[in-house]
């Protein structure tokens, strides 16, 4: 008898948020911001981009007057990328920014992100994805290995774990313990892969079940 799943429901919707080269002395105040505010930080990254790897990831900005300033702005020294879940995530971390040039948002958003931590138009201490489509593509710029398919939740997440994920891991571990491979580092790291789909499943679930506002660090590190 053929098992039919329900379409899964999205309630979780996910941003990418980078503090800027001028500001990241000021990394730990502001993920405490962000936490309070109600996101969950789901990964995080610590780089330095590239001019090249800038003007790629500013691509929509190509032409404009203030380019080649904003990307050697943005590549003068570490950033601090993260994904940020919750949702609305896309809307509410535009709001908790405020406008784009810091000089107009401490007179219209005082309390804005940008308003306290930028110093003018160009340099407005932090970054936040315009649109859900631009979150996805930005996203994947950062974390490459990011898992951006819509997940299901609640019940239908521990029903997709039993029907799909259960059995998979079973049948690879089973395999591995027959063949005994001879590199088990190697065996170790498909099975790792593995794994990771899982918990990312498993975290959707978790987001929604528990207090979206309590101010608990979510998040593990992708150097």
Not at 153 to 182: H, I
């Amino acid at each position: 008898m053929e098992v039919l799943m329900p379409e899964p429901q999205i309630y979780v919707e996910r941003t990418l948020a980078i503090i800027k080269p001028d500001v990241i002395c000021k990394e730990e105040e502001i993920e405490d911001l962000i936490l309070r505010s109600g996101f969950h930080i789901i990964q995080k990254r610590k780089l330095q981009l590239s001019p090249e790897q800038c003007s790629n990831f500013y691509a929509e900005q190509f032409g404009k007057v203030f380019f080649p300033n904003l990307t050697a702005y943005m590549s003068s020294g570490p950033i601090v990328a993260m994904v940020l879940a919750r949702n609305c995530a896309v809307s509410y971390w535009k709001e908790l920014l405020g406008p784009s040039n810091s000089l107009r948002a401490r007179i219209t958003h005082p309390h804005s992100l940008r308003a306290l931590y930028g110093t003018d138009e160009l340099r407005n201490g932090l970054h936040g994805s315009l649109s859900i489509s631009s979150a996805e593509k930005e996203i994947r710029f950062i974390f490459p290995e990011a898992i951006l398919e819509p997940v299901p939740t609640g019940q239908r997440a521990r029903d997709y774990l039993n029907l799909y994920v259960k059995p998979t891991l079973l049948a690879g571990l089973t395999a591995l313990c027959k063949e005994k491979p001879a590199d088990p580092l190697m065996a170790s790291e498909s099975v790792s892969e593995i794994l990771a789909v899982s918990t990312e499943i498993w975290l959707a679930d978790w987001l929604i079940e528990h207090n979206p506002n309590k101010p608990k660090l979510q998040y593990h590190v992708s150097q």
